[in-house]
């Protein structure tokens, strides 16, 4: 089955805490994309990557920080810094077709 | 002002009602355009996705885009409670980067 998988569904974490969500895709895509999404709020970009070991900050980076050392994978970093981090989190794959497919998202919880 | 202007609703229609939903922008540059469906708690899925001015038609979808107007729109025929999610429209230049709506939310009453 081809698509894209994040993990895991549900996340909590303590105020002060690193946390980690993981996107990984066998589309066979190049181009990788991480949103925010808050009530009334639409989508957001955090970070996007065209092509592995490149990656440009999107229009709220702040707070967040990415790696893209393979093809399939984009992991995205929520750090303490972020000051509202609560939300749910879309990973998304742009393909050829220049339309983007999107994983089932994370929810992350912050207390 | 947004780039991408979408009435968040929420939009109640009984069921077999024709369901319309609009989206402004003020970026001429946008070439495609895109409609997705959201369902509570899930990933978008795409629905529609058109990069001229017009119609194109999918089973009970029609997607409308009019470039000079700066206006796209999305019609739902014969709606089903099946139908009831948040709407996202979404655009772009030749670019790699995506600018959304806020979503408009739909419930369709059985």
């Known amino acids: 089955d081809g698509g894209i998988t994040q993990s895991p569904k549900y996340l909590f974490r303590k105020e002060g805490q690193n946390v980690t969500l993981s996107c990984e895709q066998n589309?066979?895509?190049?181009?990788m994309y991480w949103y925010r999404q808050d009530p009334g709020q639409g989508l957001r970009l955090i970070y996007y990557?065209?092509?592995?070991?490149?990656?440009q900050k999107g229009d709220i980076a702040e707070g967040y920080s990415v790696s893209r050392e393979k093809k399939e994978s984009f992991p995205l970093t929520v750090t303490s810094a972020q000051k509202n981090p609560t939300a749910f989190y879309l990973c998304?794959?742009?393909?050829?077709?220049?339309?983007?497919?999107f994983g089932p998202g994370t929810r992350l919880t912050v207390t | 002002q947004k780039e991408v202007e979408q009435d968040p609703g929420p939009l109640s229609v009984p069921e077999g009602a024709i369901v319309s939903l609009n989206c402004t922008y003020s970026?001429?540059?946008?070439?495609?355009f895109m409609w997705y469906r959201q369902y509570s708690r899930k990933g978008p899925e795409l629905l529609m996705y058109?990069?001229?001015?017009g119609n194109k038609e999918d089973g009970r979808f029609t997607a409308q885009v009019d470039k000079s107007s700066k206006y796209i729109s999305l019609f739902i025929r014969d709606s089903q409670p099946s139908d009831s999610a948040t709407y996202l429209c979404?655009?772009?230049?030749?670019?790699?980067?995506?600018?959304f709506g806020a979503g408009t939310t739909v419930t369709v009453r059985a």
């Open positions: 998304a794959s742009l393909a050829g077709t220049g339309v983007q497919y």
């Open positions: 990557s065209q092509i592995v070991n490149d990656f």
């Open positions: 979404a655009m772009r230049e030749n670019d790699y980067k995506l600018s």
């Open positions: 970026n001429s540059a946008f070439q495609y």
């Open positions: 589309l066979n895509h190049d181009a």
């Open positions: 058109t990069y001229s001015s």
